[in-house]
């Protein structure tokens, strides 16, 4: 059974930074799409970044426009976790923040995710 756990969630300034982490259990996402979400209450869910193996080492990232700059997707094959690094954080990004996972390493970064965590709450102060 394929269980994504995402963790580092919490609450924190205006400015300040968090660490999300999604552990991943049940195959190797290694050389798959991996991402990560985020759905405020009363919104809709919306892409905030992915990350994709493009032979060997080598890994393609991309990030919506509204956290270009200020957050950075990561991967740490040996534990099979995907990271998101959150700087300059502000009070709209204020969300359950939700990893997701492809069985494939091709497709959108926007669509078709195979399997999902349960999501872990940023809260941002202002």
């Known amino acids: 059974q394929v269980q994504l756990v995402e963790s580092g969630g919490g609450l924190v300034q205006a400015g300040g930074s968090l660490r999300l982490s999604c552990a991943a259990s049940?195959?190797?996402?290694?050389?798959?799409?991996m991402g990560w979400f985020r759905q405020a209450p009363g919104k809709e869910r919306e892409f905030v970044a992915g990350?994709?193996?493009?032979?060997?080492?080598?890994?393609?990232?991309y990030y919506a426009y509204s956290v270009k700059g200020r957050f950075t997707i990561s991967r740490d094959n040996a534990k099979n976790t995907v990271y998101l690094q959150m700087n300059s954080l502000k009070p709209e990004d204020t969300a359950v923040y939700y990893c997701a996972a492809k069985k494939e390493n091709s497709g959108s970064y926007y669509y078709e995710y195979d399997y999902w965590g349960q999501g872990t709450q940023v809260t941002v102060s202002s």
């Open positions: 990350i994709r193996w493009s032979g060997g080492n080598t890994y393609n990232t």
């Open positions: 049940g195959r190797t996402f290694s050389s798959t799409v």
